[in-house]
């Protein structure tokens, strides 16, 4: 999960939802300027995002909410169409409790994949994106990845964000204004 | 596992080492400027431990060498020490296949707690100290760290690292200079 | 999960099934005797069931079959049935690729607990059964079992229909004719 | 894990023990007689006996002592003599919490393998040993066994102890004297 140079990257792709669970109302990537985002593509009967992504990314919600992270579920339904659809989803976001706000990704009328999996090129489920405070387009990553990785990348991203709102300059640093430990 | 603001930040106490495995010579703080340092303290007989420090620092040690991040085991024997000498050290780094730098913390002739460990004020094992690329120790932590935290804590520091050497501005990350993903 | 003595065991409630995956035709408690028949009942948007109940009767299909242990997935699905219908079901055991016979529970017309599932009394999801080779209803219990106790529970079963079968005194034990190893 | 037939199946070899721990006064094949023995080799230092073997055999002891089965830790210690001694294993067994019995296997004046060890024919560890309510030694495994087999195993055993008792017939069976159970 390599992070893209600033320079190199390109604007997020804006999301496009059906419906949202989880949420009062709808999120988009412009609104979400200033903070990091972490896209979780997923789909219900997946087994590899049910075991490990979406623990992840409940993980990653509960975790760095409180440091400016945003961690969205999308529900990129590209196959078995017929029984994930939205009230099966919000049975399934009841049974496993998830927190973390949902999206349905929007079908597509040309073809099985949905709008925003198409456009983040996602090559399907458990996939990964992360987007910086400045709404580019940093990492995308399919498949399994570990924590220490997307920690690492998560990181940095709120580091560039903490640095560009002058936070290490008034002493604090991305995980909060800490006084020095005691140490003998 | 907050990480101090720099400018509150104290010199990272040199090490103080009886011995040393699985590396040609000693390493110092002093000689690593320039990497970051994870020093991970642990006892061979200590369950926490085997079963989540030593794994995590040989993960760390297998996905972060190559971003210049330096991981040292610390054998900080502060119990039974006449069944965890150095002669068991190396029974237990061989049939683990430890291949990480371990180095034995040099006893105190004043009590049970070790050199280092006292410098450093760990609590207990397994604890963690990370060290940026100018010496400063930046964070401590006593007991299990989640690898999302331990992650984000290394993707900081690596970054601010990478910064100074002027990485970012020559169109690389701390993550290496990657090429943009061909995203459609 | 005590298993019955045998003079206290009631006749297994035959089976209600409205269809069947993953086996030809329809199986019955009935055509089964001379088996020991493990049912594990589960519905697909059950958490516990797809993180502990669905690879533990998995495990015991892969482990126990040749040992005369037929298991049966039976979906009673006691809510959200609008959505967990038998072709959500059918994507569901093919992308987890469940091997073993799978049962759809019959629908009640009185209320939302299908009718074999009431017949066993089962309390909810997950719910294991214990049948003997006479068709006898041995164990049932709900929630979590650890795998050496359902172990135990299995090789007392296996057994006693090996000795109904004469096999002990034939030379045999319940899990095969075995050579005696070469101890020294 | 198989079950030997009782007409094929030898005498268990006598304990060769050079020190107990977590026990009053010595074991032995004996002196167990009327009850089932589970026997668990050991290193200290083998990270497969310290991930899976002693969790395993710490579950058994938790579990099926009530069930007449005495699960005993054999530390066979064929490697690494001079850091596996007496007062490490006791450090380990304090570290570890351990609350089985714990047999340290005799060292052998002829070679690096201990005299039990080498009576059972163990070819490392973890190993196990299964011996019967008459003192016969009816299965042996090298390496890591499965919970459901060994659980069956174990099953099988406690059933054939309480058949000679007698205590099926008494309306018990191997796991206590259960009231049927109040299904609709």
């Known amino acids: 999960m390599d992070i893209q140079p600033t320079h190199l990257a390109r604007p997020a792709p804006e999301l496009e939802v059906a419906a949202w669970l989880n949420v009062a109302g709808p999120l988009s990537i412009a609104g979400l300027r200033g903070r990091i985002v972490l896209l979780h593509a997923f789909q219900m009967l997946c087994p590899g995002c049910v075991s490990h992504g979406i623990p992840q990314a409940a993980s990653v919600h509960a975790r760095f909410s409180a440091r400016g992270v945003v961690t969205i579920g999308l529900h990129t339904v590209f196959e078995h169409h017929a029984v994930m659809g939205p009230e ?7 049974e496993y409790r998830l927190g973390m706000p949902v999206a349905v990704d929007r079908p597509s009328t040309e073809g099985p994949v949905p709008q925003t999996m198409t456009r983040y090129g996602f090559r399907g489920t458990p996939s990964l994106a992360l987007i910086d405070h400045l709404g580019r387009l940093r990492s995308t990553a399919f498949g399994r990845v570990d924590d220490l990785t997307l920690g690492a990348a ?4 709120v580091l560039e964000r903490d640095q560009a709102a002058g936070g290490e300059a008034a ?13 003998p």
């Not at 099966?88 to 009841?94: E, K, M, S």
């Not at 998560?154 to 991203?157: E, K, P, T, V």
């Open 88 to 94: 099966a989803l919000a049975a399934f976001v009841g």
């Open 154 to 157: 998560l990181g940095q991203l």
């Open 171 to 183: 002493g604090c640093t991305p995980f909060g204004c800490a006084l020095p430990e005691q140490l």
